[in-house]
């Protein structure tokens, strides 16, 4: 590979040539001759994936990127890891073909898969700094203590809002029928399946099938509050946004970002530097060339 030419897997950078005078916006998320942004999502010391060096914090960033796109391997381990598994391999492939990018199972630094996902993602990101190792291990160990964990790993639980007016009342043999269900349900781990057949009664049937669901969730929630959101959101994730409205008698809570330290904002301090201007840009292109001289 040439002088000025950065090793992208073989692949050359489409948007620019990725040389020492690529003096344009703030894209390049390793900066100059390599040097990486260890606290940046977008910012890999070494490969991801099949193959790769799969180091600890490269793989939490990239889990935790992907999460925002498909976050099932996120909520199956309930965050991060750190450590390189099946399911990250089949969502790294997924994201890669759904976006027409060479499916080959791995990212590497300032690579086509990275560049795809910074496009993507960048927004939501700005402003955080992806969790070191240790605060991966932490986020766990208080997960396993029954905190709610540092990292956030899952979407806002949805929950029943309002007096549900406008849905019709269940008769009394069909909350009998449904106060039998809760008892059933709450021996699953994973309410979900009986969710997704409540919802296709409600595309099927209407407003009555959406007040036997709101009624059933209600009683859920009641017994066990973790249950009834899972069975809820799983629920009204696939409805028209009125049948959502009148089964939850109030809007979704707001989509946040997956993978970020649950406990931070985003911060004046945390968010991303104003762009070097030209001068500076070409004394550390000078700096740089002094180094490979010597």
């Known amino acids: 590979m040439g002088l000025f030419w950065r090793d992208d897997d073989d692949e050359r950078r489409n948007e620019s040539p990725g040389s020492f005078l690529d003096l344009g916006d703030d894209d390049d998320e390793n900066g100059f001759f ?45 965050g991060p890891t750190g450590f390189l598994g099946e399911d990250d391999v089949e969502t790294i492939r997924g994201y890669q073909g759904a976006h027409g990018l060479r499916i080959d199972g791995y990212l590497r630094p300032g690579g086509e898969t990275v560049r795809s996902l910074r496009r993507d993602f960048k927004d939501r990101f700005r402003g955080f700094q992806a969790p070191t190792e240790r605060e991966v291990e932490d986020h766990h160990t208080d997960l396993k203590a029954g905190g709610p964990g540092l990292i956030a790993w899952r979407q806002p639980l949805p929950k029943i809002q309002g007096d549900g007016r406008d849905l019709p009342e269940v008769p009394a043999e069909d909350r009998a029928a449904l106060d039998r269900s809760v008892e059933v349900l709450r021996n699953y781990a994973d309410p979900t399946g009986f969710a997704g057949f409540s919802a296709r009664e409600v595309a099927r049937e209407g407003l009555t099938a959406a007040a036997r669901g709101r009624y059933l969730a209600q009683r859920l929630e009641a017994a066990d509050p973790e249950l009834g959101g899972l069975f809820l959101r799983r629920l009204v994730s696939g409805l028209a946004p009125e049948r959502q409205q009148a089964i939850l008698g109030g809007p979704l809570p707001e989509r946040q970002t997956l993978g970020v330290l649950a406990a931070r904002k985003a911060e004046p301090e945390d968010a991303p530097k104003p762009a070097a201007s030209l001068e500076e840009r070409l004394a550390d292109f000078r700096r740089g060339l002094d180094e490979i001289a010597r």
């Not at 060096?53 to 099932?72: F, G, I, M, R, Y």
Request: glycine share 8%; charged share 25%.
């Open 34 to 78: 390599g040097r990486a942004r260890p606290r940046s999502y977008f910012s890999l010391a070494d490969g991801v994936g099949l193959g790769q060096a799969n180091k600890p914090e490269d793989v939490a960033k990239v889990q935790s990127v992907l999460a925002n796109w498909n976050d099932k391997p996120f909520q199956r381990f309930q």
